[in-house]
């Protein structure tokens, strides 16, 4: 496969870019600034999608335009705390504009295959312990959330790309995405524009010195742990497919416990399992259930999800490469 891929220096788009030229793929990647990668089939062009002269650089004999390019709270250096007006309009100039540009590209130039990752946010009214959420529900956006204006731009994104589809003939295929699970080089997010570990991380970390684990919440609530290979072969399995479009909810429909999810990172990176501790914080507020169906990913796309413990036992190993290569001095 030839493709465009844009966002690449992202998390995601980083591990994705990874495994799809491993496959064998050609990529042109595109976002403003450079991943730290150096591959035969990879070239890289810096850009802004917000720019409309960026596509004049761009190659169009491609099978495929991935569009992973787009701003979320985690990435952003300010936030709607602390700067309303410039949160509210990056959304939209990004999230939108920038989409509407890519698009419009895929479009004249008679590009045959888009994929587009989308926000599992715009279902957050649906997040209810127990409900294996389907891929086709209207956008349920929980608009006193934290993320609305976030969610609003993704979900309107991915409407005109739908619009595209059924206008222009071309394949589009929506990936929407909960968190998804891996060991980035930098093991940091922005909270309102404030650096912290990554919440799983931070528990790994805690289980890797031989703390006690604290299960926060409701420890039976159930919620999909994603790890990332699950996206990259959901997109490999869509264009294999004879499907000319469809939304797929990047699932396990695993519904995994909080207890079993803490319990299972003790099991896999405490350094001594005589001295396992887990101590029960009911009050602490804790992320809220997300689970999807993944029956029509089966059986529309062959697709077999990695479930929790190889997860694990993938980012164990993942956390030993950037340990050694970045030098975070964890004891793994």
Known sequence: ???LFFGVSGNSGLY???DLLSKGWTITGISRTPPKISHPNFKFIAGDITDKSLFNKLPSSVDVVINFAGVQPSILNFSENTNLDETLRTYVDINIVGVFNILEFVRKKKIR?????????EYENYWKDGFFIPNDLPPAINYKGDHVMYAISKTSAKMVGDYFSQAFDIRVFNMRLPMMFMVPSIPYY?????QEIMPFLKIIKSAL???PLEIWGNPNLQR????IQNLSNMMSLCLESKLNRGTFNVGTGEAVTTDRFIRSIGTMFFPDHSMNEYIYKPKNVTY???????????????YKPILLDEMLKRLKEEIKGKNKEYNWGWKV
């Open 288 to 302: 809220k259930c997300a689970i999807y169906d993944i029956n029509e990913q089966k059986e529309l796309l062959g």
């Open 209 to 211: 010195d031989g703390n």
């Open 224 to 227: 999909d742990y994603v790890h």
């Open 1 to 3: 496969m030839k493709a």
């Open 16 to 18: 994705c870019l990874n």
């Open 113 to 121: 295959n888009y994929i587009y990752t989308t926000s599992h946010r």
């Open 190 to 194: 922005l909270k309102n524009g404030k």
